[in-house]
C-alpha cells in the first residue's frame, strides 16, 4: 500500500499550490493530482452538489488506488470533508482558511480573509469564526471570479488586477495586518496581493500546515515512504486547455491526463 499514489484534488489548478508544498516536504512520494476543470468554480455551486461531487471523486480515487487524500480545495472541504471521510477509509487531509494562525499574528487585531463565496457561507467557516476569533475583527471578503480569471486569463492579467483592487484595497484601508488566502488558487497572485497591502502584511497560505499534516497520518499509518516522486496530473475537462496554464503556474512541462471520476 505504501507504493501507492497520494491523491490530491481541487475545483482546478488552485491545489498545485498545495501540491508544491506537498512535494517539497515528500519529494519521494507519488501523486495524482485532479483537477475538476469541468466545474470550475466550486465557489458559485451549491453545497449539495459539492457534497456529492467530493464523495464520487473521493470514491473514485480510492478506486484508483490512491493511499491517502488531500482536499486541496477550501470549497470542496467547507462542502464535503466530513461527508468524504464518512464514505472512505483513506486517511484524508482537509484545509481550512488559516484563522487560527492569523489570530496569533495581527497586532492591529483585524484580519482579512479571502475566499470563495461557499466557503464563507458555509457553517464549517462560521464556527472556525465564532471559535477562533477570539475577538479580533475578521472581515471576510468573498471573491467571485477571481478563480477562474487566474486560471482562464493569467495571474498577471488585467482582469485579476481589477478584481485585486476591488476584493483587497478595502482589506488595507480597515488596517488589516494579516490576510488569509482561504482559496488555493490565491497563492498565484500571492505577490499582487502584498503589493496593495501596507507593508508588513502577513500573507497565510496553508500548503506546508497540509504538508506536515499529510506526513503526520501517513507516519502513523504505516504508509510513509515507497514512491519515486512520479507526479500525474489530470483534469476533468480538455487537458489542451489547461495544459498551458499548468506548465505556466507549475514552471515544469507535464503530460496532463483527461480522467473522469
Ligand atoms: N481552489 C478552490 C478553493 O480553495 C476554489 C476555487 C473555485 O471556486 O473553484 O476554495
Known amino acids: 500500500m505504501s507504493t501507492h499514489p497520494i491523491a490530491v484534488f481541487d475545483s482546478g489548478l488552485g491545489g498545485l499550490t498545495v501540491l508544491r508544498a506537498l512535494r517539497d516536504r515528500l519529494p519521494h512520494e507519488d501523486f495524482f493530482y485532479f483537477a475538476d476543470t469541468r466545474f470550475l468554480p466550486y465557489g458559485d455551486r451549491p453545497e449539495t452538489f459539492l ?20 482536499i486541496a480545495c477550501n470549497t470542496a472541504t467547507a462542502a464535503a470533508a466530513e461527508a468524504i ?46 471559535n477562533h476569533a477570539n475577538g479580533h475583527r475578521v472581515i471576510a471578503r468573498p471573491c467571485p471570479g477571481l478563480a477562474e480569471a487566474i486560471e482562464a486569463e493569467g495571474p498577471d492579467s488585467a482582469v485579476v488586477a481589477s478584481l485585486l483592487d476591488t476584493f483587497v484595497t478595502p482589506l488595507a484601508t480597515a488596517a488589516a495586518d494579516v490576510v488569509v488566502l482561504g482559496c488555493t488558487h490565491y497563492p498565484w497572485v500571492a505577490e499582487a496581493i502584498a503589493r496593495r497591502m501596507p507593508a508588513g502584511t502577513v500573507l497565510l497560505d496553508t500548503g506546508e500546515p497540509v504538508a506536515r499534516q499529510l506526513e503526520r497520518l501517513l507516519t502513523a499509518g504505516g504508509l510513509l515512504g515507497g514512491g519515486h516522486g ?9 487537458p489542451t486547455a489547461v495544459s498551458a496554464t499548468v506548465d505556466r503556474l507549475f514552471g515544469q512541462k507535464l503530460k496532463i491526463e483527461h480522467w473522469e471520476p
Open 85 to 130: 471521510r464518512a464514505a472512505i477509509e483513506l486517511p484524508v487531509v482537509a484545509l481550512e482558511p488559516g484563522v487560527k494562525p492569523a489570530v496569533g499574528l495581527t497586532k492591529t487585531g483585524v484580519i482579512g480573509v479571502l475566499a470563495t463565496t461557499r466557503t464563507l457561507a458555509s457553517e464549517r467557516f462560521q464556527r472556525l469564526v465564532g
Open 230 to 238: 512520479h507526479l500525474t496530473v489530470a483534469t476533468s475537462g480538455a
Open 51 to 70: 457534497r456529492e461531487r467530493g464523495v464520487l471523486i473521493a470514491r473514485a480515487l480510492v478506486e484508483r488506488g490512491a493511499k491517502a487524500l488531500v
